[in-house]
């Protein structure tokens, strides 16, 4: 390493790098964290056989076995700003993925979302509801979730699942 030594005046030193030794330690840590990441493909490659990733940055929850189907034998279901989900007993959360793919089909459905308030009118300041429901899902049709709630005083919770294509609503109650 290349120092070169600088006088102040008084009694102090200081070291300094050159930028071009500076760039070279910077970029070192960055590649030997690039070539762990080599060694970690196989691994990878088992991950990826679970999920895909398609459609920008979207996380697909693979809920059917076999190899990857296309959307038009599928039922797609969308998070939306839904935080967790369950699915025939099958839970994810929307951190870890944001579309459910499944095979078409009658499928239990739960979620569930906190709402935030303000203290006039729920002390705690959040109040978490949630809904389940079976649904019929078609092949080659998206559906999206969703939570929302009234405001003020006697507010109300409403939870929904739409079919993305129309708007039809297939389970729960539409916030009016």
């Not at 070192?28 to 999920?51: F, K, N, Q, V, W």
């Not at 190899?67 to 839904?82: C, F, H, M, S, W």
């Not at 709630?149 to 919770?157: C, K, L, N, Q």
Request: glycine share 8%; net charge positive; with cysteine.
């Amino acid at each position: 390493m290349a120092f070169t030594k600088r006088v102040l005046p008084g009694r102090f030193h200081l070291l300094r790098l050159r930028a071009s030794t500076v760039l070279q330690y910077a970029l070192l840590p960055s590649l030997l964290l690039a070539l762990a990441g080599c060694l970690l493909i196989p691994e990878d490659r088992a991950y990826r056989s679970l999920t895909e990733l398609e459609k920008g940055e979207r996380q697909i929850y693979k809920l059917y076995s076999g190899q990857p189907r296309p959307a038009n034998e599928l039922a797609i279901v969308l998070l939306g700003d839904i935080p967790s989900v369950t699915v025939d007993d099958l839970g994810t959360f929307k951190a870890d993925y944001q579309e459910i793919h499944l095979m078409p089909g009658r499928h239990a459905l739960a979620w569930r979302k906190v709402f935030g308030f303000s203290v006039m009118v729920e002390p705690a300041m959040m109040k978490e509801a949630g809904i389940e429901l079976d649904v019929e899902l078609k092949a080659g049709h998206t559906y999206k979730l969703f939570a929302d709630r009234t405001t003020g005083h006697g507010y109300r919770f409403y939870f929904w699942i739409a079919d993305t294509l129309n708007g039809e609503v297939i389970g729960g109650v539409k916030k009016p």
